[in-house]
């Protein structure tokens, strides 16, 4: 199955099959999202934007606390 996934260090999303825990891209710890891979490919390129966003400031929001 694929998984919508965050890397926090990248700033980007990551649609990707199982349970992944390490970002393809630069090596570092991923989020896996909450949202289905169904569900983010529906969406229009603003709301993926505004998305992106959200997961973005929730990142910054945690390193935070």
């Keep these: 199955m694929m998984y919508m996934h965050y890397c926090g260090h990248c700033s980007r999303i990551h649609m990707l099959n199982g349970h992944k825990t390490i ?17 983010f490919t529906n969406m229009n390129a603003d709301e993926r934007a505004a998305f992106l966003q959200r997961c ?10």
């Design 56 to 65: 973005r400031d929730d990142v910054c929001h945690e390193k935070k606390s």
């Design 23 to 39: 970002c393809p891209g630069c090596g570092r710890p991923l989020t896996e999202l909450a949202i289905s891979f169904l569900d």
